[in-house]
């Protein structure tokens, strides 16, 4: 699975932005998904998760409520809606994917198969 995300930018803090990551090969449907973020001088950090079985969603404290990720399995393509950004959110982020990631693990980004290359996100004050 190679996976193409985009949809960075620079926006002001308030602002609202959609990344989305468009995933090649036959098995998206049955990756579970998720998106890391890495500012600079900091580790990869986790922002959310969406498991193919059952559809259950997992979000990070710092961005619970405010993001939101999605999938569309027949465009397979993976969105994660960004509300409410602050100059916090500011990062590079990555979409990832894994056909067995156990629930213990949804969390940890050594977990996860596949990335995308990273789409930057500047969020101004």
């Known amino acids: 699975v190679q996976l193409q995300a985009s949809g960075g930018g620079l926006v002001q803090a308030g602002s609202s932005l959609r990344l989305s990551c468009v995933a090649s090969?036959?098995?998206?449907?049955?990756?579970?998904i998720a998106w890391f973020r890495q500012a600079p001088g900091k580790e990869r950090e986790f922002v959310a998760a969406l498991r193919y079985s059952g559809g259950y969603t997992y979000y990070s404290d710092s961005v619970k409520g405010r993001f939101t990720i999605s999938r569309d399995n027949a465009k397979s393509t993976m969105y994660l809606q960004m509300n409410s950004l602050t100059p916090e959110d500011t990062a590079v982020y990555y979409c990832?994917?894994?056909?067995?990631?156990?629930?213990?693990?949804?969390?940890?980004?050594?977990?996860?198969?596949?990335w995308g290359k990273g789409t930057l996100v500047t969020v101004s004050s």
């Open positions: 090969g036959s098995t998206f449907s049955r990756q579970t």
């Open positions: 990832a994917a894994d056909p067995s990631i156990i629930l213990s693990a949804v969390r940890d980004f050594r977990s996860y198969a596949y």
